[in-house]
């Protein structure tokens, strides 16, 4: 009996110190699937649409450029885009971007038709604090053949436009557009009237474009020998101010 009295006091208080650590952890399993047993977590995909989604285009280019003023409420997200697990194709997006530019007459469609690798994409999304509207866009960006053709694009999501592009090539020379065409033909790709935007300034071979709205949209066309792009970019008034624009083009 004194052999028993002896160790039953431990064995007691390592049943009570294991019941202490064990016991609570089984209650609150137990809570949890009470609670939450019919609860279904989805995997949140931007391709279905999310809260917020604005549904004018030139809403959605204007919430990119509005990103960059000084004391903005969109907010940013950047998103890897990974093949195989059920989100957007790059190599699709960048087909059908090359296809819009092409048969817009935008690029040279003879440039084009060689093959051609995506070396990089990510999904971007912006959404308006203040307001709630939002807007997702694809940058995809591939090489061409020999490595010395290169294209990069932003793809508004919800329509497939092109709402910026930079394309490279060493004959873009040969296929060049009268400058005003060019921009005439990229602006009809995006569906906006023939008012929109207006040129506001010529320098060389650059245009620069301002759509009307609040805050404006401007861009900046610019054809070369060897390169076209369309890019959206700040005035100086703006970037003279703003130290978040690190993605803009400065419009000198």
Known sequence: MKRINKWLLPVLTCLLALSAAVFPQ?????????????????????????????????????????????????????????????????HEAMEAAITNLTDAGVLPRELLENGWTVSAAERVIYQDGAT????????????????????????????????????????????????????????ASLGFEPTEPAVVQEAGNSLWYQLSGEPPVWYSLTYTEDMMHMLLILPDSVWSNNTAATNAVKVR
């Open 26 to 90: 089984q209650v609150s399993h137990l809570r949890d699937q009470a609670l939450f047993s019919q609860v279904h977590p989805d995997e949140l995909l931007v391709d279905s649409g999310f809260p917020g989604m604005d549904t004018d285009l030139q809403n959605r280019i204007a919430l990119i450029c509005r990103s960059w003023y000084p004391e903005s409420t969109v907010v940013t997200a950047v998103q890897e885009i990974r093949p195989g697990t059920g989100e957007a194709d790059p």
């Open 132 to 187: 709630g509207s939002g807007a997702s866009f694809l940058n995809i960006s591939c090489i061409y053949g020999n490595g010395k053709s290169n294209f990069w694009c932003m793809v508004d999501e919800k329509t497939g436009k092109v709402c910026q592009f930079v394309f490279m090539d060493p004959h873009m020379g040969k296929y060049a557009l009268p400058l005003q065409q060019a921009g005439e033909k990229y602006f």
